[in-house]
């Protein structure tokens, strides 16, 4: 789903929102066997633009876990967009130092994939509340917590 720009924070009986953040769109996917993979909504893989998402998912999501969210950089109490920009062009060392300078956040807002279960047919309601079993379980916090 992609973002929709609405006149009233108000919803629909039946409707979930997540707001926008100032960020790149992105799945994340921890494979068995330790392989990370972060791509962007066209398909792009950011995974060596952002080396510290890759570690962070590997210590804390089990393996065979999908999400969808956003990635963001926050410099001096807001978010950077110039910076995540920044970041999606470096590799290797570069992608290491500016990790180091502008450290990127995965915000996740909807579990796709869970052990072996595909759960892109279950309804959000039900995905929403396995995400939010999914952070409870591992001790993982949401942005604000």
């Given at each position: 789903?992609?973002?929709?720009?609405?006149?009233?924070?108000?919803?629909?009986?039946?409707?979930a929102?997540?707001?926008?953040?100032?960020g790149?769109?992105?799945?994340?996917?921890?494979?068995?066997?330790g392989?990370?993979?972060?791509?962007?909504?066209?398909?792009?893989?950011?995974t060596?633009?952002?080396?510290?998402?890759r570690?962070?998912?590997?210590?804390?999501?089990?393996?065979?876990t999908?999400?969808?969210?956003?990635?963001?950089?926050?410099?001096?109490?807001?978010?950077?967009?110039?910076?995540?920009?920044?970041?999606?062009?470096?590799?290797?060392?570069?992608?290491?130092?500016?990790?180091?300078?502008?450290?990127?956040?995965?915000?996740?807002?909807?579990?796709?994939?869970?052990?072996?279960?595909?759960?892109?047919?279950?309804?959000?309601?039900?995905?929403?509340?396995?995400?939010?079993?999914?952070?409870?379980?591992?001790?993982?916090?949401?942005?604000g917590?």
């Amino acid at each position: 789903m992609l973002t929709v720009p609405v006149d009233s924070p108000t919803l629909p009986a039946g409707w979930a929102a997540e707001p926008k953040w100032d960020g790149y769109r992105a799945q994340l996917a921890v494979h068995r066997g330790g392989r990370v993979l972060l791509r962007s909504r066209q398909g792009t893989d950011m995974t060596g633009s952002f080396p510290e998402i890759r570690s962070a998912a590997l210590a804390q999501l089990p393996a065979d876990t999908g999400l969808d969210g956003e990635l963001v950089v926050w410099e001096a109490g807001r978010l950077a967009f110039e910076r995540l920009q920044q970041r999606l062009a470096r590799r290797g060392r570069g992608a290491s130092e500016a990790a180091g300078k502008w450290p990127a956040h995965y915000v996740a807002f909807d579990l796709l994939h869970q052990g072996e279960s595909d759960l892109t047919g279950w309804p959000y309601r039900q995905r929403r509340a396995a995400l939010e079993a999914l952070f409870a379980e591992r001790g993982l916090a949401g942005p604000g917590r």
